[in-house]
C-alpha cells in the first residue's frame, strides 16, 4: 500500500476527497498533507442536496489536525465553489474533516474537549502550541451547539443559586434539574430577571414553566419573586442549609456584640458556629469552660443546635408543632439578633415546612459550586463571565458532544 492510499484509509476520507501528497520536515517538527480531488468530480449541492455540483473555483485552506508522533500534522487542501446542476447558482461547500470556519480538524476539536474538562484552558494551550483564545471560540461554540440540542419538557423539579464569577459583586446565577443532577442554565446576575431568562430559555427548550412543581432555593426575596412570577405552579422549598446559616449568622452577632465585655470570647467564632460533634479536643474544652460561664451567646448556640432537630422529625405536622415551639423560645430569648432570625423563618414559614414533602435540598448546587470554583482556582480565574459560564456547562451540563472519537 503506498502511502497516499495510507493517509487516506487513516484519514477517513470518502471519494472524491484523497491524499495527493504528503511532505515531512524533521527540521520543523510538522507533517504536511495535503489533500485534493479529481477533475471532474461531482460534490453534493448545499443547497438542494444535489449529487451533481460541479467545481466552479476552489480557495486553498488549512487544518491543524492530530499530533503525528510528536510532530505538528497539517490538512491542506483546495475547497471549491460548485455550480449545481439544479440552478441553484454557485455555493461554497464544506469539507467532512472540518466544521466550516474552523482551522481545526474536528478530530482535534474532540481531543480539546476532552482535555479541558481535565485541565485549565491555559495549560492545554501550552501543550498543544495553540493561543488559548482560540481554545475558548471552540469549547463556546461545541457547548453552545450541544445545548441547543437539549430537551427540557420533563423538567419538573429545580433548583437554584448563585456563585462568585470574580472577586468583588460579580455572581452568576445557576439553575439546575435536581432529578437528573444537571446544569440546565447559568446566567450573570443574581436577581429576579435572571429567573425569567431561566423560564425564558427552558421554554424554548421544549419546557413548561407551568410544569415545575417544586423549586429549592435560599430566602434572597430576588429568587422568591422571580419564582412566583415565573413558575405559577411550583412550591419552595427554602433549603435547610441556608436556613441554618440564618441562625448561625445570628448567632455570631450575639458573639459579636458580647465580646466587649467577655474578652474571652475573643477568637472562638468558629466553635459556635460548629455542632459539637465536629470540635477538635481543644474546641471541646473551650466551649465547656465558656457554658459554665452563663453567657448570652452560649443560650444562643443552644437555640440554634435545636433548630436542627428539625429536620429529624418525621411529618410536617411533627415539624409544624417542633418549630412552633422553637418560635416562642426563641422570640423571647431577649436576644435580639435570635428573635430576628426567627421572624425571618417566621415569614419563610410554608417553605421551611415544604421540605418535609419534597425533601429537596441544594446540597447538589452548593458541590457543584465547590467543582466549579477548584476549577476557576485552577485556571487562576477566568477572563470574562462568559468564559465562566461555558465552563460552568462543560462540568456541570452532561452535554453530549457530536464530534468523532
Not at 211 to 234: H, K, R, T, W
Request: proline share 4%.
Amino acid at each position: 500500500m503506498d502511502p497516499s492510499t495510507l493517509f487516506t484509509l487513516a484519514l477517513g476520507l470518502t471519494p472524491p476527497w484523497e491524499v495527493w501528497s504528503i511532505r515531512f520536515s524533521p527540521e520543523k517538527h510538522r507533517l504536511d498533507i495535503s489533500i485534493g480531488f479529481p477533475l471532474g468530480s461531482l460534490f453534493i449541492c448545499p443547497v438542494c442536496g444535489s449529487k451533481g455540483a460541479k467545481a466552479y473555483d476552489t480557495t486553498e485552506r488549512s487544518w491543524r489536525h492530530l499530533n503525528f508522533f510528536q510532530h505538528e500534522a497539517w490538512l491542506t487542501a483546495r475547497v471549491p465553489r460548485v455550480e449545481c446542476d439544479q440552478g441553484c447558482g454557485v455555493k461554497k461547500i464544506g469539507v467532512p474533516w472540518a466544521r466550516p470556519g474552523s482551522g481545526f480538524t474536528l478530530l482535534f476539536e474532540a481531543l480539546i474537549m476532552v482535555l479541558v474538562r481535565e485541565m485549565p484552558v491555559a495549560q492545554v494551550a501550552h501543550l498543544l502550541g495553540v493561543h488559548d483564545t482560540r481554545l475558548w471560540r471552540i469549547i463556546r461554540h461545541h457547548v453552545s451547539d450541544a445545548r441547543k440540542r437539549l430537551n427540557l419538557s420533563d423538567v419538573r423539579r429545580v433548583g437554584m443559586d448563585e456563585t462568585a464569577s470574580r472577586r468583588g459583586h460579580h455572581y452568576i446565577s445557576l439553575f439546575f434539574d435536581m432529578d437528573k443532577s444537571q446544569l440546565l442554565f447559568a446566567t450573570k446576575g443574581k436577581d429576579k430577571e435572571t429567573v425569567k431568562a431561566f423560564a425564558q430559555n427552558l421554554t424554548a427548550r421544549n419546557g413548561k414553566p407551568e410544569s415545575v412543581l417544586e423549586v429549592c432555593c435560599d430566602m434572597s426575596p430576588a429568587f422568591i419573586s422571580g419564582v412566583q412570577e415565573q413558575f405559577p405552579n411550583a412550591e419552595i422549598t427554602f433549603d435547610r442549609f441556608h436556613i441554618m446559616k440564618v441562625v448561625n449568622d445570628a448567632v455570631d452577632q450575639v458573639r459579636r456584640e458580647e465580646v466587649r465585655t467577655q474578652p474571652v470570647l475573643s477568637k472562638t467564632r468558629y466553635i459556635w458556629l460548629k455542632n459539637p460533634g465536629n470540635l477538635t479536643a481543644k474546641q471541646q474544652a473551650t466551649l465547656a469552660t465558656l457554658k459554665g460561664r452563663n453567657l448570652k451567646t452560649a443560650r444562643a448556640y443552644q437555640i440554634r443546635l435545636t433548630l436542627q432537630e428539625l429536620f429529624q422529625t418525621r411529618s410536617r405536622k411533627e415539624g409544624e408543632a417542633f418549630l412552633k415551639k422553637w418560635y416562642f423560645w426563641a422570640t423571647h430569648s431577649r436576644l435580639p439578633p435570635m428573635v430576628a432570625a426567627a421572624k425571618t423563618i417566621k415569614n419563610h414559614w410554608a417553605g421551611v415546612l415544604n421540605w418535609f414533602h419534597s425533601g429537596l435540598t441544594t446540597g447538589l448546587v452548593e458541590g457543584f459550586n465547590s467543582l466549579l470554583q477548584a476549577a476557576k482556582a485552577r485556571a487562576r480565574g477566568y477572563r470574562s463571565d462568559t468564559n465562566f459560564i461555558t465552563m460552568a456547562y462543560l462540568i456541570g451540563g452532561k452535554l453530549n458532544f457530536t464530534l468523532p472519537t
